[in-house]
C-alpha cells in the first residue's frame, strides 16, 4: 500500500454474503476510533463482537508491502501483522466471540 495522506478509508474488504456484515475487512483510520487507536486495522466480523487487530499505519507516500496473518482464531494477540517483512507491533486487539452470520441455505452435500 501507498498512503498519501492519513485517511479513514477502507482498504479492502470481503463479503461473504450476507446483508449483516462483510465478513473481513482492513481499514487506515487517521480518527481514533471507538476500540483501540488509529492506524491499520484488520476486522473480522462476528455476530457477538467483532475481533479487530491492529497497528500502527504505514509511512505515508511510501510502498509499503502489508502482511496479515490469519490463524482462523478469534483470539486477537495470536494475529500478525506485517511490513515489509517486519512485524509490527500491535496497538489494538479485541478478541472476537459469535458465529459467523450466513444466510445461504445449504442445498445438497456436495455444496
Given amino acids: 500500500m501507498n498512503p ?3 485517511l479513514d478509508n477502507v482498504i479492502l474488504a470481503k463479503n461473504d454474503n450476507n446483508t449483516i456484515d462483510a465478513g473481513f475487512f482492513i ?3 487517521s480518527s481514533t476510533p471507538n ?4 492506524g491499520l486495522r484488520f476486522v473480522v466480523e462476528r455476530a457477538t463482537t467483532n475481533m479487530v487487530v491492529g497497528a500502527a499505519s504505514p509511512s505515508n507516500n511510501v510502498w509499503t508491502h502489508v502482511v496479515i496473518v490469519f490463524n482462523g ?4 494477540s495470536q494475529q500478525k501483522i506485517y511490513y515489509n517483512g517486519v512485524e509490527q ?3 489494538s486487539t479485541v478478541d472476537g466471540s459469535g458465529h459467523k452470520v450466513a ?3 445449504k442445498r445438497s452435500s456436495l455444496d
Fill in 4 to 6: 498519501a495522506a492519513p
Fill in 27 to 29: 481499514t487506515n483510520l
Fill in 35 to 38: 476500540v483501540g487507536a488509529a
Fill in 73 to 76: 482464531v478469534l483470539t486477537a
Fill in 89 to 91: 507491533p500491535l496497538t
Fill in 103 to 105: 444466510t445461504r441455505q
